[in-house]
């Protein structure tokens, strides 16, 4: 499949997904191959992210690659970045020339775990959508999908996935474009949710989703009301 099926998505439209491998990144790949919209997956190892893009393609019906991260990067329209906040930094500033011009969808969330639980880290540009974006200037860098879980996304046995996606932004096409692509999700619905100056209580919201997971054993996600 090539041709992209939700509202809003331009056909031909290529997704690419840096930390494709990993299940946040798995998961997302799988359901927007499943809706129709071609997919990169981006990993440090190249071998590993064509096994991982073979068993998608197999699963999904869909238009499913891989690559190394870099090679992902320039392969996509839309670049989805999935990968450990560890390593966030890093890779962003050795791809700023590769994903300039390009929309940048940032769902990495900053988070540090104890005997207590999950909690946000501090971020010295506020959040991880506004590192990405002082490491990407020439790039529109969007955050969404913090909120969608990862085992969810993964379950071949969940047909709709029932969840809001908070997404924020700067560029009004470029968000436009993030919630359409959500959309492409049976059951997901894009929300515009204020720019990236606000990313930073909805990357550390994760934190209290986890906490509602392990008391309820459930796999939370978020509905907007009245809108």
């Known amino acids: 499949m090539t041709e992209a099926t939700g509202a809003g998505v331009p056909e031909g439209l290529t997704v690419a997904v840096l930390g494709g491998t990993g299940p946040q990144g798995r998961g997302l790949a799988r359901r927007f191959a499943a809706g129709g919209v071609r997919v990169v997956l981006g990993s440090r190892d190249a071998?590993?992210?064509?096994?991982?893009?073979?068993?998608?393609?197999?699963?999904?019906?869909?238009?499913?690659?891989?690559?190394?991260?870099?090679?992902?990067?320039?392969?996509?329209?839309?670049?989805?970045?999935?990968?450990?906040?560890?390593?966030?930094?890093?890779?962003?500033?050795?791809?700023?020339?590769?994903?300039?011009?390009?929309?940048v969808v940032d769902c990495v969330n900053p988070l540090g775990f104890d005997k207590q639980g999950a909690f946000a880290l501090p971020v010295e540009e506020g959040s991880a959508a506004q590192q990405a974006a002082a490491l990407l200037p020439d790039s529109r860098v969007v955050a969404a999908f913090h909120h969608v879980s990862a085992v969810v996304l993964e379950d071949p046995e969940v047909t709709d996935v029932d969840t809001d996606v908070m997404v924020l932004g700067e560029d009004r096409e470029a968000t436009d474009l993030v919630q359409a692509l959500a959309g492409v999700v049976p059951g997901m619905r894009g929300i515009y949710a204020g720019r990236l100056r606000n990313a930073h209580q909805v990357e550390a919201l994760t934190a209290n989703l986890i906490s509602v997971n392990r008391r309820y054993k459930a796999h939370a996600g978020l509905r907007v009301t009245d809108v």
Not at 51 to 59: F, G, I, M, Q
Not at 60 to 79: I, K, L, M, Q
Not at 82 to 92: I, K, S
């Open 47 to 103: 071998g590993r992210a064509g096994a991982t893009a073979a068993d998608l393609a197999a699963a999904t019906g869909g238009d499913v690659s891989g690559a190394d991260n870099r090679e992902a990067a320039r392969a996509g329209d839309v670049v989805v970045v999935a990968v450990p906040w560890d390593g966030h930094a890093e890779l962003l500033a050795g791809l700023r020339e590769d994903l300039a011009g390009k929309v």
